[in-house]
């Protein structure tokens, strides 16, 4: 959701928009490589792996493309979306030094997505509803103790993807006062035709429910840097509370997303701060604080209808035993035309 930081800023209703996103910690599935060309030597293999027992790890990326029109049918909804989605997703962890435990995942998907929404602006609430439809190739692996050293089966197949996103982002104004709210609740089911390892079971199927709501409350003064600056806090609740970043749809599946996973996990805070000039371009957004259990933040340009972004967060993926967070480093681009 890379229009959020500057959204009473962008024309919103612009026909079509642009993103694409990149993200990384390490590669993980590199491990795995110079695991299985070492296949059968203990000694090298436990070289390969000393220093990453705990320490997940998580790469994707993802381009967005939506186009929107004009509708008469939902006169309450009055402008439809076309969308299409690709992103690839990649990540694993090693855990339990003493019986050595493997497991990585690795996605790649085409999505479609058909909404409809209200007409933006900056004093009133605007409503986003999709449905979403998405599949493509699919591995695995899991291996422990002795099926680690000698041969590491990596399973393939297809992920099929169903679902539908609402969004509801409102703005209020008063004097100098800001508050903006945006709130987003994803409901997916996810089904693979992946085999589950020998050696434990593994649900084929898979419904999650990814929510989400971010607040901002700002207040605007006069500063030496621009002409208009915007001072306030952010908070962020849901799981993996990171503001201005969508993580693949993919990963929710990946993860075994629960609905709530405790309140460390589901809450972040911080500050943020924009300057901008008398016509509102270009703008400069910055922002940082404790998000999701771990130090984030981000800077945030935007000139004309374009956005880059840069920012670092710490991610947590439950499925994994050490419930440690890889420290992602992202980079976005997006565009409004």
């Known amino acids: 959701m890379w229009l959020l930081l500057f959204f009473p800023l962008l024309g919103l209703a612009a026909d079509f928009d642009i993103s694409l996103t990149y993200g990384q910690s390490r590669d993980f599935w590199k491990?795995?490589?110079?695991?299985?060309?070492?296949?059968?030597n203990i000694p090298e293999v436990q070289s390969?792996?000393?220093?990453k027992y705990g320490k997940p790890d998580l790469l994707y990326s993802q381009f967005e493309a939506n186009y929107s029109f004009p509708q008469e049918t939902v006169t309450?909804?009055?402008?439809?979306?076309?969308?299409?989605?690709?992103?690839?997703?990649?990540?694993?962890?090693?855990?339990?030094?003493?019986?050595?435990?493997?497991?990585?995942?690795?996605?790649?998907?085409?999505?479609?997505?058909?909404g409809l929404r209200s007409e933006p602006s900056e004093?009133?609430?605007?409503?986003?509803?999709?449905t979403l439809?998405?599949?493509?190739?699919?591995?695995?692996l899991y291996a422990q103790g002795a099926e680690f050293f000698e041969s590491i089966p990596v399973r393939s197949g297809q992920l099929f993807l169903l679902g539908g996103e609402i969004?509801?982002?409102?703005?209020?104004?008063?004097?100098?006062?800001?508050?903006?709210?945006?709130?987003?609740?994803?409901?997916l089911y996810f089904l693979s035709t992946v085999d589950p390892p020998k050696s434990r079971a593994e649900e084929s199927t898979q419904f999650?429910?990814?929510?989400?709501?971010?607040?901002?409350?700002?207040?605007?003064?006069?500063?030496?840097?621009?002409?208009?600056?915007?001072?306030?806090?952010?908070?962020?609740?849901?799981?993996?509370?990171?503001?201005?970043?969508?993580?693949?749809?993919?990963?929710?599946?990946?993860?075994?997303?629960?609905?709530?996973?405790?309140?460390?996990?589901?809450?972040?805070l911080g500050g943020i701060a924009r300057l901008k000039n008398r016509s509102s371009l270009?703008?400069?957004?910055?922002?940082?604080g404790y998000f999701g259990g771990a130090l984030g933040g981000g800077l945030e340009f935007q000139l004309k209808s374009f956005l880059l972004s840069a920012a670092t967060y710490g991610v947590e993926n439950l499925n994994f035993p050490a419930k440690e967070k890889a420290r992602v480093w992202s980079l976005s681009l997006g565009a409004a035309l």
């Not at 004093?123 to 999709?130: E, L, N, Q």
């Not at 998405?134 to 591995?139: A, F, Q, R, T």
């Open 123 to 130: 004093d009133s609430a605007y409503w986003d509803i999709k």
């Open 48 to 51: 390969v792996i000393q220093d």
């Open 282 to 288: 270009p703008n400069f957004g910055i922002y940082g």
């Open 208 to 268: 999650s429910v990814r929510w989400k709501l971010q607040n901002e409350w700002l207040k605007r003064v006069d500063s030496i840097f621009s002409s208009q600056t915007e001072l306030g806090i952010l908070s962020v609740v849901g799981q993996n509370p990171l503001p201005f970043l969508s993580l693949p749809f993919s990963f929710d599946y990946h993860q075994k997303l629960e609905f709530y996973p405790g309140i460390r996990s589901t809450t972040g």
């Open 133 to 140: 439809a998405g599949l493509g190739p699919e591995k695995k």
């Open 31 to 40: 491990t795995v490589q110079d695991i299985q060309d070492r296949t059968g």
């Open 76 to 114: 309450l909804l009055p402008l439809a979306s076309f969308g299409t989605r690709a992103e690839a997703v990649a990540g694993g962890e090693i855990s339990n030094p003493i019986s050595p435990e493997i497991e990585a995942y690795a996605t790649s998907m085409g999505i479609l997505s058909f």
């Open 167 to 187: 969004g509801y982002y409102d703005r209020w104004y008063h004097e100098d006062f800001l508050i903006q709210t945006d709130l987003q609740v994803r409901p």
